[in-house]
């Protein structure tokens, strides 16, 4: 399946900075959802978004859906330890998540 | 509790010698999948089902059986594993066939060595 590009691939912040991770597809999508997988376990559903120009919030967490809805969003405002993890885009193909490769948040305290 | 349970959660094994992981869900979902996830390549997806009897292929296929005879159950089958099946495992289901509106489920993994 059509992979989405997920980027940074790696980020490494003080607690209490903020964080974004991009997902950019090629092509139109129908929605985009995102996961938290913390070290040693596995993925977890965050949220959905279908509708373009789509803005979310789940506490210190904002996601948003392009205008063109072929790029997505999540930014996490002061981030905590709690925080650390990677996280993953995700497009819905029909029959299948195709997940984008991740990115890898590192919270120092 | 809602979840989806795989067994084993870890697996040492040697070439050939066939083995199965399973899966069962307890949330009556229609669509079940199974991913592996390799370092640098991510999740791909390996097979899914969209209810009984109704198994496709995914991504990356090759060297794997699957079988839905129940709703809530979806094995995983390596007849003849080779090493380059090492791999972290995760079966995963959703209660709607394309997904709109639900996320998936992911059990807790399966760390599956070959040698």
């Known amino acids: 399946g059509q992979q989405v590009m997920q980027i940074p691939q790696y980020q490494h912040v003080q607690e209490g900075e903020d964080f974004t991770t991009y997902c950019n597809s090629s092509?139109?999508?129908?929605?985009i959802q995102w996961y938290k997988q913390r070290p040693g376990g596995h993925p977890v559903f965050l949220i959905q978004?279908?509708?373009?120009?789509e803005v979310k919030k789940q506490k210190r967490l904002t996601f948003q859906f392009g205008e063109a809805k072929k790029n997505s969003s999540l930014h996490i405002t002061a981030t905590q330890t709690t925080d650390v993890g990677t996280y993953f885009c995700?497009?819905?193909?029909?029959?299948?998540?195709?997940f984008g490769k991740g990115t890898s948040l590192l919270v120092t305290p | 509790e809602a979840q989806v349970t795989q067994n084993p959660r870890y697996l040492i094994t040697v070439t050939g010698k066939k083995l199965t992981v399973t899966c069962s869900q307890n949330?009556?979902?229609?669509?079940m999948s199974w991913y592996r996830q390799d370092p640098g390549l991510g999740l791909r997806q390996i097979y899914y089902?969209?209810?009984?009897?109704?198994?496709d292929k995914g991504d990356v296929p090759e060297g794997y059986k699957v079988s839905r005879k129940e709703k809530r159950n979806f094995p995983l089958i390596l007849e003849s594993p080779s090493p380059n099946q090492t791999s972290l495992y995760f079966c995963?289901?959703?209660?709607?066939?394309?997904?709109?509106?639900?996320?998936?489920?992911f059990g807790s993994g399966t760390r599956l060595t070959v040698v």
């Open positions: 092509t139109t999508l129908s929605n």
């Open positions: 995700a497009r819905d193909s029909g029959y299948a998540l195709n």
């Open positions: 089902s969209m209810n009984v009897e109704v198994t």
């Open positions: 995963a289901s959703s209660p709607a066939v394309q997904g709109v509106g639900y996320g998936y489920t």
């Open positions: 949330m009556n979902h229609e669509y």
């Open positions: 978004l279908v509708k373009s120009g």
